[in-house]
């Protein structure tokens, strides 16, 4: 666990709108042991996770385990409506839950018998062991309903989010937490904080805001939680994608049910993102606002549902990576800075500085004008410096003296960068060129013969650790680093298929590259849409992909690329939420139909559920592929994304765009006009449907 600074003692509760919650428990040191020994079952991942031992629930997969004394915990079957009973019930635990309320929630499109509700009720009873007289979970209350009797702990308290991963000793990071300590006060206070942390690649922002969360949950316990990722690559496509993500956890977190009541009063344009959270009678209400739904409605409402939000509970916010961020979440980040009204509120923004700086970023021009006017605050990650590297192989070898000159090797190699740092020591220790004895670092060649064993950057340590590997790890690694979503998780099955592999076969190596290499880790499984829950891994860090996938040659790449697509359009069955994600790979696939195909599709999807602007964009990108198309298939299509845009235009009503869309000249720039005529009235957009994760 960290032993950098703690700003818990600066933190005061002022009197007023923030209204704590019961305390909660102290946060468990976090056991990176235990996390790489885990098996399939992912309980180091606590969002969404209530216990009634020897039982827990997993609401975001949706299954339900029995804790096993060897540790690995057991899937317990159940199908999924028996499975929305007992989440039901165990979300609505200790107060009757009457059989009318059951059935209107779980079945509000359908007339069903309460036995059907009986049946499931005997499944889920049969499930747990548990029996009608005398039950130690589910009491009938007869001819009335049934109350979930046991007692619950939400799992997903004692953690805060994203947190799973091990934490190694922080250093160097005091005066950054302190300043971020700083503004959480302020935002307790009513003022509300954006604040960017800032760096290059491995420098440690996630790192910082990991701890930083770890410390506001033991400190502010009341305080309300919630981070989202943006996207690499179609990112940029996805519409308030960070968001939607922090949304959906607040939605399905402690205290969820007020979070969602306040989206239906405030921000019902929002509340449709989450189908699964609209009551039936709400959704046809909700669906006729969306028709009347514009980008600055849109802002408005997420803007004052956050403030509101707020006022219950403080919050506090983290957008990972916005170097890949989506334009709108730069509006909404824009908005929020600007806002007046006194909000216990602080959003943390995390980018790459070298990403931003040298791009034409909507996030710079933002950043440096809310900087000026002092909305918001950046904190700019340095390298670590020798003393720092000292101190973390101090901790790295539980407090015993470090070998002369080490420090300063890894430093002069790492130039301070902690990434580098990390696997510049791991390097050390696979190649047995340090090791320890009693606890205590040994070196066991001389400094000197280690300094030149140890490669100049990081990219080329990452090389030889992998070249190291057995062919079939590699092979592994290479069809894993086709980029997923967020921290590159990906499914066991789809991989394994598409590299021809067993599954078994595949899901083994992945356990040793986590156990054994530190390369990838367990991450939360994925249920598909057959209802199968796959087990998932991820890349300990975001360049350890990145080496993976640049090592493959161009032909294998695009032909892994059309595989995985294939895949999903046979298995996956989201082809329409997932339309954009599918058209990336058909991309880099080199299959030009399917994915102009697939960004057409986006696009409807885009311009339906959330208006033009984004539709315009997606259609450009399609018509710059449709200049790779044989001269044959090239016109046909032309004037179908230049219809679709026409349409658009014509629905948004706007002359600038139709005379544009009309106006002959280079269809590029055409639709570039076009973009930029509805960027002004365009209502916000969104690809996306909570809760899709586009895993494979
Ligand atoms: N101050 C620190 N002390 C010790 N280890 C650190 C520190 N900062 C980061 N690390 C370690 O360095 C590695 C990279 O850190 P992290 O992932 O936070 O970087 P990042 O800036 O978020 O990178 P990216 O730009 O790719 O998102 C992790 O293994 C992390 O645990
Ligand atoms: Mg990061």
């Known amino acids: 666990m960290s032993a950098a600074a703690d700003f818990g003692s600066q933190l005061k509760f002022e009197e007023g709108p923030i209204s704590p919650r019961e305390t909660l428990p102290p946060l468990p040191a976090i056991d990176s042991s235990h996390i790489a020994n885990a098996s399939v079952c992912p309980r180091t991942a606590r969002t969404g996770m209530k216990e009634f031992p020897p039982f827990w629930l997993d609401t975001v997969n949706e299954c339900l385990w029995r804790c096993r004394d ?104 005091d ?67 960070p968001m939607l993500e922090a949304l959906g956890q607040l939605c399905r977190g402690p205290g969820g049910d007020s979070v969602v009541r306040v989206l239906a009063t405030q921000a019902p344009t929002w509340l449709i993102q989450f189908p699964a959270l609209v009551k039936r009678e709400q959704r046809e209400m909700l669906q006729r606002e969306m028709l009347g739904a514009t980008r600055e409605r849109m802002l408005r409402e997420i803007s004052e549902a956050l403030e509101a939000i707020a006022s219950q509970t403080p919050l506090l916010l983290a957008f990972e990576d916005l170097q890949w961020t989506d334009r709108s979440t730069v509006d909404l980040i824009s908005a929020l800075a600007r806002r007046r009204q006194s909000a216990n509120l602080m959003l943390i923004g ?7 700086a040298s791009s034409d970023s909507p996030l710079k021009a933002l950043k440096q004008d809310l900087l000026i006017h002092q909305l918001c605050h950046e904190i700019a990650l340095e390298p670590l410096g020798e003393v720092e590297v000292v101190e973390y192989l101090a901790a790295e070898s539980g407090g015993a003296a470090v070998p002369d000159g080490l420090a300063g090797l890894i430093y002069r190699h790492s130039e301070g960068n902690p990434l580098f740092m990390v696997a510049a020591l791991e390097h050390m220790t696979q190649r047995g060129l340090i090791s320890r004895e009693n606890g205590k670092c040994k070196l066991n060649l001389p400094l ?101 996938y640049r090592r493959m040659a161009p032909a294998r790449r695009a032909n892994l ?56 964009v997606i259609l450009e990108h399609a018509l710059e592929l449709v200049n790779r198309l044989p001269d044959a298939e090239r016109a046909e299509n032309e004037i179908t994304i230049l219809e679709k845009l026409r349409t658009i235009c014509n629905a948004s009503l706007d002359s600038r765009a139709i005379e544009a869309c009309d106006t002959p000249g280079p269809i590029l720039l055409k639709t570039e006009a076009i973009a930029e005529a509805l960027e002004s009235r365009a209502p916000c957009e969104s690809l996306r449907t909570a809760g899709s994760t586009r895993m494979p």
């Open 175 to 241: 005066a950054a937490l302190a300043q971020l300590g700083e503004s959480l006060q302020r935002a307790l206070h009513g003022q509300r904080q954006i604040v960017f942390v800032s760096g290059e690649p491995g420098i440690g922002k996630t790192a910082l805001v990991d701890e930083f969360q770890r410390q506001v949950a033991t400190h502010v316990p009341a305080i309300r939680l919630g981070r989202g990722q943006c996207v690499e690559g179609y990112g940029g496509m996805e519409a308030y994608y």
């Open 350 to 356: 995390t980018y790459r500085l070298p990403d931003v």
């Open 448 to 548: 000197e013969e280690i300094a030149l064993e140890v490669p100049e950057s990081l990219r080329q340590m990452i090389e030889i650790q992998i070249d190291r590997l057995s062919s079939e790890e590699q092979r592994v690694l290479e069809v894993a680093s086709l980029v997923s979503v967020g921290r590159s998780r990906f499914a066991v099955a789809p991989r394994a298929a598409i590299g021809d592999l067993e599954r078994v076969a595949f899901e083994d190596v992945c356990e040793t590259l986590t156990r054994r290499h530190c390369i990838l880790r367990a991450a939360t499984p994925e249920k598909f849409p057959d209802g199968t829950v796959y087990p998932c891994y991820e890349f300990v860090h975001a360049l350890y992909r990145e080496v993976c």
């Open 561 to 616: 690329h059309r595989r995985l697509g294939e895949w999903v359009e046979a298995h996956w069955g989201r082809v329409n939420e997932d339309a954009a994600w599918l058209a990336g790979h058909f991309e880099q696939g080199g299959d030009w139909p399917r994915a102009i195909k697939y960004l057409q599709l986006a696009a409807d999807t885009a311009g339906r559920l959330f208006g033009p602007r984004q539709a315009a």
């Open 70 to 173: 060897d540790g690995n915990d057991e899937r317990i079957r159940l199908t999924p409506k028996a499975f929305a009973v007992l989440r039901y019930l165990v979300e609505h635990a200790g107060r009757l839950v009457t059989q009318d309320e059951l059935l209107d929630a779980l079945w509000p499109d359908t007339f069903v018998q309460p036995e059907v509700l009986k049946g499931q009720i005997l499944d889920i009873r049969r499930a747990l062991g548990d029996r009608p007289k005398g039950p130690l979970f589910i009491e009938t209350l007869p001819r009335r309903g049934y109350q979930f009797i046991a007692p619950i702990k939400d799992m997903s308290t004692e953690s805060t989010l994203g947190l799973e991963q091990p934490c190694r000793k922080l250093v160097g990071r």
